[in-house]
């Protein structure tokens, strides 16, 4: 809901008893990833999880710089 004293917020409060709602939508897709995970051996896991942290900050980096150009064009 819209903030009254400040229109630029939101004011978000949870829902209560929504954490089975929650669980239900995430469980499946985190079931999923996690069925793929427990295939590969803990070295190969390290080597994946070094990849998705770093291409993750590339990502970013990238998105920062194209937005960066798009001002500059």
């Known amino acids: 809901m819209p903030d009254v004293a400040d229109r630029r917020k939101v004011v978000v409060e949870p829902i209560p008893d929504s954490e089975g709602r929650i669980e239900a939508v995430v469980?499946?897709?985190r079931d999923r990833i996690a069925a793929v995970l427990?295939?590969?051996?803990?070295?190969?896991?390290?080597?994946?999880?070094?990849?998705?942290?770093?291409?993750?900050v590339a990502l970013r980096e990238a998105a920062h710089d194209m937005l960066e150009r798009r001002g500059s064009v």
């Open 38 to 56: 427990a295939e590969y051996r803990p070295e190969e896991l390290e080597v994946l999880f070094d990849y998705f942290t770093r291409a993750t």
């Open 27 to 29: 469980a499946p897709p």
